[in-house]
């Protein structure tokens, strides 16, 4: 069993940052991959990034891609969001893949199987 906490949302201006924390406890050694995705109201789940914990290899949205930066520090793995725009407005939410096939760019959420409860980011002026 693998427990994840997210923290770090909030309410940033357009063009803003902000660094979105994702801390594992448990099981933390049987994580292949994290990742981030996001949900906006009315909006299907929407992958966002990310990496495979041994090599560090990413994989981003195209949405996110060039603003975002996915990155992991033993049990904690970071979004470091900039030039944030009100659409990458949503609930944010980590994710966990301990499955051992799928690949090292697991970017479908039904390749995790351990999920947090979210954070809220609010991009407005």
């Known amino acids: 069993q693998v427990e994840l906490v997210e923290s770090g949302g909030g309410l940033v201006q357009p063009g803003g940052s902000l660094r979105l924390s994702c801390t594992a406890s448990g099981r933390t050694g049987t994580r292949y991959s994290m990742a981030w995705f996001r949900q906006a109201p009315g909006e299907a789940r929407e992958f966002v990034a990310t990496i495979q914990l041994n090599r560090k290899l990413t994989s981003y949205g195209n949405s996110v891609r060039g603003r975002f930066t996915i990155s992991s520090d033993s049990a904690i793995t970071y979004l470091q969001m900039n030039n944030l725009k009100p659409e990458d407005s949503a609930v944010y939410y980590c994710?966990?893949?301990?499955?051992?096939?799928?690949?090292?760019?697991?970017?479908?959420?039904?390749?995790?199987?351990?999920w947090g409860q979210g954070t809220q980011v609010t991009v407005s002026s």
């Open positions: 994710a966990a893949s301990t499955y051992n096939s799928g690949g090292p760019y697991r970017t479908e959420d039904f390749h995790y199987n351990y």
